[in-house]
């Protein structure tokens, strides 16, 4: 199992980036695939998830109407626009095995993380 995190970076506050997860070595058709987040000093906590079987998604309340996550082939996307100072976190991505739960205890792999860096 492998999962690719990429796309992080500095952006100004109001602004968009788009983060990509690269899965391999599994069906992703059988899992989910989840987005989390963690601040300094934080825990981690769930952004989005998709489900690979049919495309259905769950998100966190503070990142409803921002962010997007989709799914290309082997590739799920995190689109982020508006974004907040308070989003500046390492984004993290899993594979789920508790559906479209927003939970860590649902990941049974983890991608290495990305930086995202939100200037207000």
């Known amino acids: 199992v492998q999962l690719q995190a990429s796309g992080g970076g500095l952006v100004q506050a109001g602004g968009s980036l788009r983060l990509s997860c690269a899965a391999s070595?599994?069906?992703?058709?059988?899992?989910?695939i989840g987005w989390f987040r963690q601040a300094p000093g934080k825990e981690r906590e769930g952004v989005s998830v998709?489900?690979?079987?049919?495309?259905s998604t769950n998100a966190a309340d503070s990142v409803k109407g921002r962010f997007t996550i989709s799914r290309v082939k082997n590739t799920v996307y995190l689109q982020m626009s508006s974004l907040k100072a308070e989003d500046t976190a390492v984004y993290y991505c899993?594979?789920?095995?508790?559906?479209?739960?927003?939970?860590?205890?649902?990941?049974?792999?983890w991608g290495q993380g990305t930086q995202v860096t939100v200037s207000s």
């Open positions: 899993g594979r789920g095995v508790m559906g479209l739960s927003l939970h860590t205890l649902g990941i049974d792999n």
């Open positions: 070595g599994f069906t992703l058709e059988s899992y989910a």
């Open positions: 998709i489900l690979g079987i049919d495309g």
